[in-house]
Structure formats: C-alpha cells, structure tokens
C-alpha cells in the first residue's frame, strides 16, 4: 500500500476475493450520509467490492449491480439503515437524474455507493469517498482511494487502519 498523501491511498487486489474483504472492512465503516464513488472500466472490480460493502454493511441480502433497475436498497440487519447501490452507466444526460430521481436519494438518511459516479459528477455531494479501480492483470486490480471532506478522509484514515493497520 502507498500513502500518496493525507487524502489518498493506491494499492493492489490480488484477487476478487481480496477485493470482496477489502470491501466488508470499508462496509463496517460506513454511517448514514456516507456516500462512496466506485469508478472504473468495465471489469474492474467495482461490483465484486459493492458486493463486500454490502456484506460489511450487515445488508439483508446478497448485493447485486443495479445496471438495469438503476437503484437497489439493502437494510441492515440490525438496525433498518438502508445502503443504497445506484448504477449510473446508462444515464446519458441531466434529465435522466432528474426523472430517475436520484438527487433526492444522495441527499437521504442513507448510506450510498456509486456505480460509475462520473456521470452524475455535476450533482454529487462533496464529501465523499472516490474509489478508482484499474486493471494491472488478469487477476490483479489497482484501487485508489481519494477523501473529498471531512467526513471522507475520517473514513478513509479508519478504513487504512482496519485494512492495512497503518
């Protein structure tokens, strides 16, 4: 793992299942306001650490990428909290947020994590968590994580703290 600086941190997945537990330690973390970016190409990884969001998050069921229904809602197990998984990669413009009603929801009582964030990149909050995802080989992924606010870069340091011990 690589400190860049204060806000972000680059490392290395060596498998999906790796990219899943990094996940869960990251979905632990979460509260209700939380919102986390997850960019990257197709076959990146952003669903396979959604997945370990969710599940870290104590979500009632399996996660699933909401590519064709826009949104999923996952409660959690012990307390009711809702995490919500948009997809945004069929969004084309301003006017598909607006009919799919997604500025309400990033402004909810939830937690939140984003699919191809960039597509809405005009009306997201700016506290966040940016999760980068590239690929290095077949089985290999590169995640950079990036703090915008307060609330974000306190996560990130509990996050680099529960994953890496540093």
Not at 8 to 14: G, K, L, M, Q, R
Not at 50 to 62: N, T, V
Not at 129 to 144: M, P, S
Request: proline letters at 2%; aromatic letters at 6%; glycine letters at 10%.
């Amino acid at each position: 793992m690589a400190i860049l600086d204060e806000r972000t941190v680059d490392f290395i997945s060596s498998s999906v299942e790796q990219t899943i537990r990094l996940g869960v330690r990251l979905g632990e973390l979460l509260e209700i306001g939380d919102l986390v970016c997850l960019s990257g190409e197709l076959g990146t990884g952003k669903t396979a650490i959604a997945q370990g969001i969710g599940r870290g998050w104590g979500a009632s069921r399996r996660v699933t990428s909401p590519t064709f229904t826009l949104v999923n809602e996952y409660q959690r197990l012990h307390d009711g909290s809702i995490l919500y998984h948009i997809d945004c990669y069929r969004l084309e413009n301003q006017a598909d947020v607006v009919t799919a009603g997604l500025d309400s929801i990033l402004y909810d009582s939830g937690a939140i994590m984003i699919e191809w964030p960039e597509q809405i990149s005009a009306i997201l909050p700016s506290n966040r968590l940016w999760v980068e995802l590239r690929h290095i080989n077949e089985t290999r992924r590169g995640l950079r994580i990036k703090a915008d606010g307060d609330r974000a870069l306190e996560l990130l340091k509990q996050f680099r703290l529960s994953a890496f011990g540093v």
